[in-house]
């Protein structure tokens, strides 16, 4: 911790700032957890009004903080991920670092962490020690294999479950190898169900009054989001393959290049659409076809309705095709980057990408918080802070002297 970083009086604030109680105001939650699912349900249970501290390493601070692209030293993803958190460093493997948890513990509601099974227990910070610092404490554990099973001990990552799931297999061209994401998709949608977790856990503990475990694998929430292949594969011995951009279940759907060089989706996942885009693209004797009356029946001919679609396309521009198809009431969007993105007037209507202060780098545009509630909305209180900024004052509303904080630091515990 150094003595110039920022204190809470410094965090940004925002005019805009919703006046009624957030509806997680009053939670408070640990975020011992790193990269990147633990601290993605961390911040959007701060979001909506829980106080998130964000427990670090004196020495070896979460990763995301130099993960990605930087601006004058400060890592942007951080800025994200570490959204409306306080920050403080805490050594977990000291008896002064254990210690200061458990209080921290007593006064918390949820605990979320992905250390691999066995380490919290190593130091003396296992189920049993926090529950009984706090009966009422939710302890969620995000790994990559869950807390028991064989491969319980290995390390997880993200593209460990996007290849284990399935996803990677039936990703990228049937000629192609099988293709993992860009970014961290597994980590991502086990961040959503760790949040969801989360706040059931906290619902039954509301009737029980007592606290309980979450385990969280990041190979399971990934799996669910693809599907009924489980299903299909016991009952019908189907395995999904890599279809490209086409699918089983329905087609038209492909991108398709514009007369500009730009890219365009098509969907035509209910019947009354794929009947629109073929009357659209002048192609209404495909529909009365005996194939054309299902969507699987479209797929296995995606052939003849790529083309169709395809060579209307290929001669209009992008604006033509998305004024042609929204006219025509059928399903169509641009390919889009970034760039795109942040100029898109549904997203601007919609404030999905907002600007923030921060203290370091001026003006920032992120994405905004994940849903909007009418009476009790949440909100960007602060971007993410310094390592360890925090820590002088939470520890001391926690009742430490700053005596006490000169020995952690002496010891090397914060």
């Known amino acids: 911790m150094t003595p110039d970083q920022p204190t809470t009086a410094d965090q940004p604030t925002s005019a805009d700032r919703p006046t009624a109680p957030a509806p997680l105001t009053g939670l408070r939650v640990l975020d011992l957890a790193t990269l990147f699912a633990g601290p993605l349900a961390a911040t959007m249970l701060g979001d ?3 106080e998130v501290i964000k427990v ?3 020495a070896n601070p979460d990763p995301s903080r130099g993960h990605g692209p930087s601006k004058n030293g400060v890592g942007l993803w951080w800025k994200l991920l570490g959204r409306n958190k306080r920050t403080i460093t805490l050594n977990l493997s000291k008896p002064a670092g254990r210690s200061t948890l ?11 962490e992905n250390f691999r099974p066995g380490t919290l227990e190593k130091w003396d910070l296992g189920w049993e020690e926090l529950s009984a610092a706090n009966p009422r404490l939710v302890l969620t554990r995000v790994t990559g294999f869950g807390q028991f ?8 990552f993200g593209t460990l479950a996007e290849a284990m799931s399935g996803f990677a297999a039936i990703t990228g061209e049937p000629d192609a190898p099988p293709t993992l994401p860009p970014f961290g998709l597994a980590d991502s949608i086990a ?13 039954a503990r509301d009737r029980t009054g007592e606290g309980q475990v979450v385990d969280m694998a990041l190979i399971e929430p990934i799996l669910m ?11 019908l011995g189907h395995v999904q393959p890599r279809t490209g951009n086409r699918s089983q279940n329905n087609a038209p759907r492909n991108t398709y290049r514009t007369a500009d060089g730009t890219w365009v989706a098509v969907s035509t996942s209910a019947q009354s659409i794929a009947e629109r885009v073929m009357c659209l693209v002048g192609r209404p004797e495909l529909i009365d076809e005996p194939w054309f009356a299902t969507g699987a029946e479209r797929a296995a001919h995606s052939d003849i309705l790529d083309e169709a679609v395809g060579s209307w396309i290929a001669e209009r521009t992008r604006t033509e095709v998305l004024a042609a198809f929204e006219k025509a009431e059928a399903a169509v969007a641009p390919i889009q980057d970034v760039r795109d993105v942040m100029a898109d007037p549904q997203y601007q209507a ?5 600007t923030v202060d921060d203290p370091e780098l001026g003006p920032l545009r992120m994405q905004n918080v994940l849903f909007r509630l009418s009476a009790t909305p949440g909100a960007i209180r602060w971007t993410g802070r310094p ?10 509303e926690l009742g430490l002297t700053p005596a006490d904080l000169d020995a952690l630091r002496e010891e090397g515990t914060v």
């Open 191 to 203: 961040g959503l169900a760790t949040a969801y977790a989360v706040m059931t856990a906290l619902a």
């Open 56 to 58: 670090e390493h004196p």
């Open 102 to 112: 458990l209080r921290l513990a007593a006064t918390a509601d949820v605990v979320i």
């Open 149 to 156: 099973g064989p491969y319980a001990h290995r390390p997880g």
């Open 350 to 354: 919609l404030d999905t990408v907002t």
């Open 387 to 396: 390592h360890g900024a925090d820590t002088a004052e939470v520890l001391t």
């Open 225 to 235: 989001a693809l599907g009924p292949q489980p299903l299909w594969y016991d009952q």
């Open 48 to 50: 909506f009004g829980a």
